[in-house]
T-cell receptor, first 115, second 114 residues
Framework: AQTVTQSQPEMSVQEAETVTLSCTYD???????LFWYKQPPSRQMILVIR??????QNATENRFSVNFQKAAKSFSLKISDSQLGDTAMYFC????????????FGEGTQLTVNP | KAGVTQTPRYLIKTRGQQVTLSCSPI?????VSWYQQTPGQGLQFLFE???????NKGNFPGRFSGRQFSNSRSEMNVSTLELGDSALYLC?????????????FGPGTRLTVL
């Protein structure tokens, strides 16, 4: 069975600084997708960034980028120029390419951006 | 395009009762998945429906069931409620859900069981 682990329950960062959230996963599959979702206090899950396992290039979306290490099964999220609106719970998630919509989530990391 | 909608947003029930939650996907989306979110267990997959058929099922007891209608709207039902069923129930829709399509989440239904 696939598992996703986030070892940092809570993190904090000063506004405008950079922070990295860690995620490791376990799978025997070769084709899969990895995601970072953000869940602010409103509880609305928002997709932050997505990485296809077959792509060696790390995904980037504006201030958000990932460091995808397939062999190490590591998938970290870097947030640059942190903003107060980035305060949220962040979830790392995995889905096997052929398993439809069945996402496996990590435990989450509560990120607080301080002014 | 309207997003995923879930009704009701909040619900209070007592042990032993049953409850039905509703999810309306984004127009054109045919796959609807349900997740349970609790502080203790985190986010767990319940089931996925595609074209009115259950395509995937998580490890939940038979008290949890669902269905999907021809317009892709989905309902999930929990019978004989237990205190541990108190949770945020999220649904997500995607276009086909086969080869991975991005899922869009609804705002959730907060269920409290007393």
């Amino acid at each position: 069975a696939q598992t996703v682990t986030q070892s940092q329950p809570e993190m904090s960062v000063q506004e405008a600084e950079t922070v990295t959230l860690s995620c490791t996963y376990d799978t025997s599959e070769n084709n899969y997708y990895l995601f970072w979702y953000k869940q602010p206090p409103s509880r609305q899950m928002i997709l932050v960034i997505r990485q296809e396992a077959y792509k060696q290039q790390n995904a980037t979306e504006n201030r958000f980028s990932v460091n995808f290490q397939k062999a190490a099964k590591s998938f970290s999220l870097k947030i640059s120029d942190s903003q107060l609106g980035d305060t949220a719970m962040y979830f790392c998630a995995y889905v096997k390419e052929t398993s439809g919509s069945r996402l496996t989530f990590g435990e989450g990391t509560q990120l607080t951006v301080n002014p | 395009k309207a997003g995923v909608t879930q009704t009701p947003r909040y619900l209070i029930k007592t042990r032993g009762q049953q409850v039905t939650l509703s999810c309306s996907p984004i127009s054109g989306h045919r796959s609807v998945s349900w997740y349970q979110q609790t502080p203790g267990q985190g986010l767990q997959f319940l089931f996925e429906y595609f074209s009115e058929t259950q395509r995937n099922k998580g490890n939940f007891p038979g008290r949890f069931s669902g269905r999907q209608f021809s317009n892709s709207r989905s309902e999930m039902n929990v019978s004989t409620l237990e205190l541990g069923d108190s949770a945020l129930y999220l649904c997500a829709s995607s276009f086909t859900g086969g080869r991975y399509n991005e899922q869009f989440f609804g705002p959730g239904t907060r269920l409290t069981v007393l």
